[in-house]
């Protein structure tokens, strides 16, 4: 069956450094999301992209995130300069159809900043 | 008040028995339902997948929804060691995409 891919599992960096996650959708999907989990907390929605443009966005997701489809398979997450409160399992997901279809999450990349 | 809330558990139930899992919501307008189970150090994977009120059943896996007391709940029949893992409700608007709100899991347990 085919999987959102995420990489790296996991990623270590410093306070205000920059982190680019990736992300590999599912080949036939169409939209694509960012969720992250804080540990100990919920499941929250940051971003779905659409046709190379955000279609909508959470308050979490402010200027120091930004996302990117460089090329036709990859899906990436940006924060410019990351915080201690980045901290967080984000996950990837992807649909067919956006809003009629369900999503499909990878396993995540867990973020830790020092 | 808190949008979706989840009883944290952990439940634990003896192989065979029948799990109930429970969400309650505060938004009257969410129309669409989700179960999710997360498996440690993975992501979560859609397990059922609901529109308004009613029940959806899907091999040992039965959904409800009442939308009328805000409530949803996931029953697993005949439960099994691999169920163990937590349970996601998530829920959305009618027009909001795929913006899931979801509640914070309960953790499962099934001892053989």
């Known amino acids: ?114 | 008040q808190k949008e979706v809330e989840q009883d944290p558990g952990p439940l634990s139930v003896p192989e065979g028995a029948i799990v109930s899992l429970n969400c309650t919501y505060s938004n009257s307008a969410f129309q669409y339902f989700m179960w999710y189970r997360q498996y440690s150090r993975k992501g979560p994977e859609l397990l059922m997948y609901t529109y308004s009120s009613g029940n959806k059943e899907d091999g040992r896996f039965t959904a409800q929804v009442d939308k009328s007391s805000k409530y949803i709940s996931l029953f697993i029949r005949d439960s099994q060691p691999s169920d163990s893992a937590t349970y996601l409700c998530a829920m959305r608007l009618n027009n909001a995409g795929n913006m899931l709100t979801f509640g914070g899991g309960t953790r499962l347990m099934v001892k053989p």
């Open chain 1, 1 to 114: 069956e085919p999987e959102v891919t995420q990489t790296p599992s996991h990623q270590v960096t410093q306070m205000g450094q920059e982190v680019i996650l990736r992300c590999v959708p599912i080949s036939n999907h169409l939209y694509f999301y960012w969720y992250r989990q804080i540990l100990g907390q919920k499941v929250e929605f940051l971003v779905s992209f659409y046709n190379n443009e955000i279609s909508e966005k959470s308050e979490i997701f402010d200027d120091q995130f930004s996302v990117e489809r460089p090329d036709g398979s990859n899906f990436t997450l940006k924060i410019r300069s990351t915080k201690l409160e980045d901290s967080a399992m984000y996950f990837c997901a992807s649909t067919v159809e956006g809003a009629n279809s369900p999503l499909h999450f990878g396993n995540g990349t867990r973020l830790t900043v020092t």
